[in-house]
């Protein structure tokens, strides 16, 4: 497991942008599949996206959100463009050190290390 420590979260209008950020603990950050999930006030937590060596997403936010990675820094983002308040939750970032097929790395129990999580609101 690692600790992983997510930052970037905040208010921003409708149709605006956020880039978040998840910091991981370890070194061998490289060989880890990450994944962002959201959890909305009322609402089950749902995948969001994940990475590899490749990318996958929702339904929801293919194509106005990016996930990347920078392992030199330890980091994980998550560039949101043209949010929607429908996208207004807490936002965590989860690990597991293992590459994960797409059916996989969109279920909450394939990952063993989770955030605290950050807070999203997009104002209408």
């Known amino acids: 497991q690692v600790q992983l420590v997510e930052s970037g979260g905040g208010l921003v209008q409708a149709g605006g942008s956020l880039r978040l950020s998840c910091a991981a603990s370890?070194?061998?950050?490289?060989?880890?599949?990450m994944g962002w999930f959201r959890q909305a006030p009322g609402k089950e937590r749902e995948f969001v996206a994940a990475?590899?060596?490749?990318?996958y997403y929702a339904d929801s936010v293919q194509g106005r959100f990016t996930i990347s990675r920078d392992n030199a820094k330890n980091t994980m983002y998550l560039q949101m463009n043209s949010l929607k308040p429908e996208d207004t939750a807490v936002y965590y970032c989860?690990?597991?050190?293992?590459?994960?097929?797409?059916?996989?790395?969109?279920?909450?129990?394939?990952?063993?290390?989770w955030g605290q999580g950050t807070q999203v609101t997009v104002s209408s």
């Open positions: 989860a690990a597991v050190g293992r590459p994960l097929a797409p059916s996989l790395g969109r279920l909450q129990r394939s990952y063993d290390s």
């Open positions: 370890g070194r061998t950050f490289s060989t880890y599949t």
């Open positions: 990475i590899h060596w490749f990318t």
